[in-house]
């Protein structure tokens, strides 16, 4: 069909729809819709084209599991570079540093989700009265206890210009509840600016460079000591080194207050990985050696293995049997089952009894002022709501699993 005759008739088609033929806006609007519904295409340099025939829409490349093979950090602490986090380029150490699934039923949209440890006091864990640190490690990082897994999940959408080339955002990190799910702190993404992650086909794998901003919590002494009772340090509220003395308490440095306070620590992290999906790929000359081949403990993974649907799930979906810890034990079980390593989430967990006969003090007693914690030499209600460090008494034995008795 001869291009300028179609466009000729399409424009008095469009114009007779029109009432007011001034509305140039609506004219070229309805012109711009019957071109693309008709299928017209270019025949000249300048002439109208289809846009889909030039918009790039596939990014399965970034899809999959991305190991570390190279990367340069910096930390900035409150605006300042801080001179132990800066890493000039630590190469092969094979970590994990995240996956990219899709998001959605296209390779356009998709997810990053990032691991990484951060120290415990910066989320408020293993303090006095705060939640138990949790210890996480990393087999890639060489820090030992002290510190819990952080999760980000960066967002994206490959623009329709570079197939080349994805930019994400984030603007919550996320730690895992008692039961394991991953939450997001709701609170500091109020305060905290988004994390960006850039990232870009390099070579065999992906070249991707983040900025990430973060409040902290710190701690600080508050007291150079402080008064001990009983075997215990009180609080501040006891008072000074003369009311300690009077109550018959020790003014001891033991005892010194430490004061957490709550996000008053700001850093920024920079980075540029060089991330492959086959670690053979990796084949830059490496400025240090691997962590897990320099004796560092190996964490549990974050991925972990199970027999799904056999074993004890007794062929039940969104089950695993974890304590099948091989593929060959789960494929010739009784109840055989298909072997996964992506089983953190549905493994099957004995819960033990709870045993009625046990009675404690919670947050009293020996546990005082402590989380987590019951007393269990405690064992009247008297004792425990009415006695010199006084708790909440626990008669139906969900002590038993938190029970103080040395």
Excluded at 118 to 128: I, K, S, T, V, Y
Excluded at 335 to 363: A, E, K
Aim: proline share 3%; with cysteine.
């Amino acid at each position: 069909m001869n291009f300028s005759l179609a466009l000729m008739n399409l424009l008095v088609g469009v114009s007779l729809t029109v009432s007011n033929a001034d509305d140039s806006a609506l004219v070229r609007d309805r012109l711009e819709r019957n071109i693309a519904i008709n299928g017209i295409v270019e025949t000249e340099p300048n002439q109208l084209r289809r846009l889909n025939d030039v918009l790039n829409t596939d990014f399965s490349h970034f899809v999959g599991s991305w190991y570390d093979c190279l990367h340069t950090t910096l930390m900035t602490f409150n605006g300042q570079p801080a001179d132990k986090h800066i890493v000039d380029q630590v190469g092969c150490d094979f970590g994990l540093l995240g996956d990219i699934s899709n998001v959605g039923n296209n390779q356009q949209t998709l997810q990053f989700d990032i691991f990484l440890l951060n120290h415990c006091f910066f989320h408020d864990l293993g303090g006095p009265g705060q939640e138990p640190c949790p210890n996480d490690l990393l087999s890639s990082d060489v820090r030992g206890d002290g510190n819990v897994l952080v999760k980000y999940s960066f967002s994206g959408i490959g623009s329709f210009t570079d197939s080349n080339k994805i930019e994400f955002v984030s603007d919550h990190t996320f730690l895992r509840d008692s039961d394991g799910e991953w939450v997001a702190n709701l609170d500091r993404a109020k305060i905290e600016n988004a994390d960006t992650m850039v990232c870009q086909k390099y070579a065999e794998g992906i070249v991707c460079d983040w900025r990430i901003n973060e409040y902290r919590s710190i701690s600080e002494e508050g007291s150079s000591a402080g008064c001990k009772k009983g075997g215990r340090c009180k609080s501040s509220s006891w008072g000074g080194e003369k009311k300690c003395n009077n109550k018959g308490g020790e003014w001891t440095e033991e005892c010194a207050e430490i004061i957490f306070i709550k996000d008053g620590f700001v850093y920024d992290s920079f980075g540029s990985y060089y991330l492959v999906k086959d670690t053979s790929d990796c084949t830059v000359e490496c400025a240090t050696d691997s962590p897990t081949e320099t004796g560092q403990t190996l964490s549990p993974e974050l991925k972990i293995s199970g027999c799904y649907f056999g074993g004890r799930c007794e062929e039940t979906h969104g089950c695993c049997d974890c304590e099948i810890k091989t593929e060959d034990a789960c494929t010739t079980n009784d109840v055989p089952g298909q072997w996964s390593s992506d089983c953190r989430d549905i493994c099957l967990t004995d819960t033990p009894p709870v045993d009625d006969t046990v009675l404690g003090c919670y947050h009293g007693g020996r546990c005082y002022d402590t989380y987590g914690c019951c007393d269990c030499l405690v064992d009247t209600e008297d004792e425990c709501t009415n006695g010199e460090f006084p708790g909440i008494f626990i008669a139906n034995g969900e002590c038993a699993p938190i029970c103080y008795t040395e």
